[in-house]
């Protein structure tokens, strides 16, 4: 009685994932948005005396870069936008404008006619 390797099915999700809420990219974000609250907005609250307020902006872009970097775009039919860009991560959907943008709003279309037989 000859066995092989038997591979024992187990749950991988979650794996990749940083305190179970972050995955590597979602933490990033997260550590850009809290330095940008941080560099800008704290010693301005801090020079005022409300170091409090300055933590919420910590906290607050943190939570922006978050979701920048995690959350997809709903699917709507109220909005062309969201029509045309449901499901597609914000992030890629921010790149992709700033690529365009840098091309100085160029789009390339290829053209081709329809040959009729009138």
Do not use: H, Q
Not at 49 to 56: A, E, S
Not at 58 to 80: Q, Y
């Amino acid at each position: 009685m000859a066995g092989g390797p038997y591979n024992i099915p187990r749950d991988t999700r979650g794996e990749g994932r940083i305190l179970m809420i972050f995955t590597p990219k979602a933490f990033i974000g997260t550590g850009v948005g809290a330095l940008i609250g941080l560099v800008i907005f704290y010693p301005i609250f801090s020079m005022l005396n409300l170091k409090i307020i300055g933590w919420l902006f910590i906290a607050l872009f943190g939570l922006i870069g978050f979701a920048v970097m995690s959350f997809k775009i709903p699917n709507s039919n109220n909005f062309e936008l969201l029509r045309k860009t449901a499901g597609e991560s914000i992030y890629d959907v921010i790149v992709r404008l700033i690529k365009f943008k840098m091309k100085k709003n160029k789009i390339y279309v290829y053209f081709t006619e329809d040959k009729k037989d009138e």
